[in-house]
């Protein structure tokens, strides 16, 4: 092997290393490293475990968060047919509107509960984490089971109940 | 083409295309450094590799993106940088495909948030295409320093 490939590879070893120093720093000291407690459940996409800290069912939100200022997270077309009564509607894809609703609605103390449709859409917890990040509050939280939840514990018929 | 023949312009134009991709690398290792955490969702936002694995990639690839931008601005490193930058480029460009073909809407993640909300899969595809070429152009200028040493 010639002296050239030898330090092309020295070259090529210690540019993929070196970075590992800074990086074991970054794990360990930053402020806002990855949360790696929550990254070790195996299986769930990262995010997905904070989010999972935020669902709340629906007696224990009742119970626990009376006053909830509550924000539909489906689509516009669901929200029209028929949400949770004073809910308002916030989607990541029309979001300046939806946020600025909640922002002239919200008293800066009650709790912010979001849902989504059912067990399985995590539309919720995206908003959910992201209100607790624009809002910087830790009082926001996510309806388990979601529109499907309320329906079944409510009695709300398919479509209706809106106000 | 012989390298050798390439005049001095011809030479500091390759250069500079190094440099250029240099300038970007550290700027998207840099941005990325302001929220791993954030980084972190993105890259499992890709559906590629365990939260994990996401995780320790978020801390790590920034700084890798740093010290290759800065092996590309140093002589002796130069080529293996190229060589390794354009290798990240391709494994990069191969995750915005896979997400583009599986369909999912996603950020690139590519410049922490510093591109404003992230850009589209296509156009940071795109933009890689063009980061890639520059880095071919800029190892024809190094072949003919290699004579030198």
């Not at chain 1, 912010?112 to 539309?123: F, L």
């Not at chain 1, 995206?126 to 309806?143: E, H, I, K, N, Y």
């Not at chain 2, 954030?38 to 499992?44: P, Q, T």
């Not at chain 2, 931008?69 to 390794?84: E, T, V």
């Amino acid at each position: 092997m010639s002296g050239a490939s030898r330090a092309f590879i020295r070259a090529a070893v210690l540019l993929l290393l070196g970075p590992l120093l800074p990086a074991l720093a970054t794990a360990l000291w930053h402020p806002r490293r990855p949360d790696w407690a929550a990254l070790r459940h195996a299986g769930m996409p990262p995010g997905a475990a904070e989010a999972a800290a935020l669902r709340l069912d629906l007696a224990e939100l009742r119970a626990a968060h009376p006053d909830a200022l509550w924000i539909d997270a489906r689509p516009a077309r669901d929200y029209a047919a028929a949400h949770v009564p004073g809910a308002l509607a916030l989607t990541e894809d029309v979001w300046e509107e939806g946020f600025a609703r909640l922002v002239e609605a919200w008293d800066g103390a009650a709790s912010i509960v979001v849902y989504c449709g059912g067990e399985h859409c995590r539309a919720s917890e995206a908003v959910a984490l992201r209100l607790r990040r624009d809002l910087d509050c830790g009082r926001v939280f996510v309806l388990a089971g979601g529109w499907e939840a309320w329906q079944a514990a409510t009695g709300s018929p398919q479509g209706g109940a809106t106000r | 083409m012989k390298p050798a023949d390439a005049s001095p312009w011809t030479r500091r134009a390759r250069l500079a295309a190094l440099l250029a991709v240099a300038a970007i690398l550290v700027f998207a290792g840099a941005t990325k450094l302001g929220d791993p955490a954030r980084f972190a969702v993105e890259i499992g936002n890709y559906r590629l590799v365990p939260p994990l694995v996401a995780g320790l990639l978020a801390v790590y690839l920034p700084w890798l993106e740093i010290a290759l931008g800065l092996g590309l601005c140093a002589p002796r490193w130069r080529s293996a940088a190229r060589l390794l930058a354009a290798g990240l480029l391709l494994a990069f460009s191969a995750a915005l495909v896979a997400a583009l073909v599986r369909g999912l809407d996603i950020r690139c993640g590519c410049f922490g948030g510093a591109d404003g909300g992230g850009m589209s899969a296509g156009r940071a595809l795109a933009r890689n295409g063009v980061l890639l070429a520059l880095l071919w152009a800029g190892g024809l200028w190094r072949r003919e320093r290699a004579k030198d040493c």
